[in-house]
């Protein structure tokens, strides 16, 4: 009986994985024994229709889902009010914790976990996550998140206001065991102000000849772990506060401590595959452009993704994924980052995430101030009334 139960959980991670990483759909027609599909949702208990949490205090923590034993999540939705402009999804945090531990494997602002970057809603369509109609606002995952002996996810209210309602769905399968080699679904955020070189943000050689970058020293971090697992991916969020193009900067990924980068990339939007310094809407299963600014040049903000569905990277010691904020890290940019990976248990805590403070956001700027700027150059060559912009 238990190798017919083994078999079954077998078949049933198959059909999870086959769904998730777009393997053969005929797993799915495959019927299970020996599973459980189970729900934990925000419903009304007394039969009303008061399908929610309601005023959730500023500062408080809230408990959506808390299990014993061994299972997937398969599934989460949610959905919060009032709407991003007036309670922002950047200060809404999410975490889940696995197997009775007392730190979470996956931290972060629950917006941009779920592909919604600063304090906005829009459209974002991948395979493992979406934010679905109205605008945005539906916020779902698909993430398998398997666990051995149980499962919390809670959230925190860091707004400055009450969470007047929050609504939500986590749908999992319940097994007597997991089978061997399943990996915890973590994920982590970071933000990052960067800094400009002492020379100047010499992009595309605009201020001379630029430097080179060999050893990956300053870049960006999307995740820095120690264990054995595999990334599958990061939704990248840029904020450039000028018109230059802000996406000259290679990806860098050092693997079981290796000094120099092992895989080394050519390029923001090549990492992202896309090509020569794309602003357009752009959804695709595995990676896209959700958000692209709509300001001069490419200032303002830009919502990126890159899931390693069909080509994870593998990691037996440890993991460090890195990027370049502009060509030799020579651009200053608002970044911020959710990077996804699997990783084998025992777990160990992870860094921090950026507080509230550290996660304020950059206002944009204007056309105006763009005229200031040319004032600034055209007194610094001289104040002459007939300076064009390109002497």
Request: glycine residues 12%; aromatic residues 14%; hydrophobic residues 35%.
């Amino acid at each position: 009986m238990k190798s017919f139960v083994h078999a079954a959980i077998f078949f049933l991670t198959g059909a999870l994985c086959a769904a998730l990483y777009g393997a053969d759909l005929a797993d799915l027609a495959r019927i299970q024994t020996g599973v459980q599909s189970k729900r934990i949702s925000s419903y009304d208990r007394s039969g009303g229709n008061n399908d929610r949490f309601e005023n959730i205090p500023v500062g408080e923590r809230r408990t959506l889902f808390a299990v014993q034993g061994a299972g997937i999540i398969n599934h989460i939705w949610i959905t919060i009010a009032p709407p991003p402009e007036r309670l922002s999804r950047n200060d809404i945090i999410l975490r889940i914790y696995w197997d009775g531990n007392e730190f979470p494997s996956v931290e972060s602002p629950i917006g941009p976990f779920f592909g919604q970057g600063w304090n906005e809603s829009y459209p974002f369509s991948s395979l493992p996550l979406a934010a679905g109609p109205v605008d945005g606002r539906g916020l779902v995952s698909y993430w398998a998140m398997p666990f051995a002996k149980g499962a919390k996810i809670e959230v925190e209210n860091q707004a400055n206001r009450p969470i007047e309602a929050f609504y939500y769905y986590v749908d999992y399968v319940e097994m007597a065991e997991l089978p061997e080699g399943m990996g915890r679904f973590c994920a982590w955020y970071n933000h990052e102000l960067t800094e400009a070189l002492p020379e100047g943000e010499n992009e595309w050689g605009a201020l001379g000849e630029g430097g080179g970058n060999p050893s990956g020293k300053e870049n960006y971090l999307f995740v820095d772990v120690k264990g054995k697992g595999h990334y599958v991916g990061v939704n990248y969020f840029v904020h450039s506060p000028g018109p230059m193009w802000y996406g000259e900067g290679d990806d860098m990924i050092y693997i079981d401590g290796d000094e120099n980068p092992t895989l080394h990339g050519t390029g923001t939007e090549d990492y992202f595959n896309t090509s020569w310094c794309p602003k357009t809407l752009f959804s695709h299963p595995y990676y896209g452009y959700a958000r692209v600014n709509d300001d001069i040049g490419w200032m303002g903000r830009t919502h990126v993704y890159r899931f390693h569905i069909a080509d994870p990277i593998y990691f037996d010691r440890s993991l460090r994924v890195t990027i370049e904020h502009g060509h030799n890290n020579c651009l200053t940019l608002d970044l911020a980052s959710v990077a996804y990976w699997y990783q084998q248990p025992p777990l160990s805590a992870l860094p921090p995430i950026p507080g509230k403070e550290e996660r304020v956001l950059q206002g944009f700027n204007e056309t105006w101030q763009i005229h200031q700027w040319r004032q600034e150059w055209r007194k610094a060559k001289g104040g002459g009334s007939q300076l064009w912009g390109n002497e």
